[in-house]
């Protein structure tokens, strides 16, 4: 897998990610999504410096996208996110995305923490997160309104010295 970084010849395949039922159905996106939004979403971001967004590839294939977003460079926090291809949905380009969000966000951001959240109904999510070594730091009920009702939202989160015990890091030293 390669990561890039998130470029303009993503956006259609963002787009058509985010309006499909794989994709919004456990994440939070205004729906449904145009080119003309995410383009503008994308040009007021590209200097940035609180959120960092990746597209990651299978040789030419686009797999994955995520990144790091409310980057706090004093308390050294970051909220992650990945979504990846519905295509490709359990074929571990997901944890292979998030493990590398991880080593880019400790690594080259000097973070201290990583966080992110998931729908509570999200049973691969979570599997996923906690099989990386994240811990569910709670749940928070009836968070977010979706589809005419609100739902539980979970946390998850990694501190740096419990990602730097990990076995899986050896991978990503000669990363990027």
Do not use: C
């Not at 990610?17 to 919004?24: F, G, K, R, T």
């Not at 004093?74 to 291809?85: D, G, I, P, Q, R």
């Not at 080259?108 to 691969?124: A, I, P, Q, R, W």
């Amino acid at each position: 897998m390669i990561a890039k970084d998130f470029s303009a010849q993503d956006i259609d395949t963002r787009v058509e990610w985010i309006n499909n039922p794989a994709i919004n159905n456990s994440m939070y996106f205004e729906l449904p999504a145009t080119v003309e939004k995410t383009l503008k979403w994308y040009e007021s971001n590209i200097n940035n410096n609180t959120r960092k967004d990746f597209s990651f590839f299978n040789e030419d294939r686009l797999v994955a996208m995520g990144g790091l977003v409310s980057i706090d460079h004093t308390s050294k926090h970051a909220e992650l996110y990945v979504m990846v291809n519905p295509k490709s949905h359990g074929q571990g380009w997901g944890k292979q995305s998030t493990q590398w969000l991880l080593f880019y966000g400790f690594t080259y951001l000097n973070l201290n923490k990583v966080y992110l959240f998931t729908d509570g109904e999200n049973v691969s999510g979570y599997s996923l997160y906690e099989s990386i070594g994240m811990t569910n730091e709670g749940t928070m009920r009836q968070h977010k309104f979706k589809d005419g009702s609100l739902k539980d939202r979970r946390i998850y989160s990694i501190l740096a010295t419990e990602w730097k015990s990990l076995d899986y890091i050896e991978a990503f030293k000669y990363a990027t």
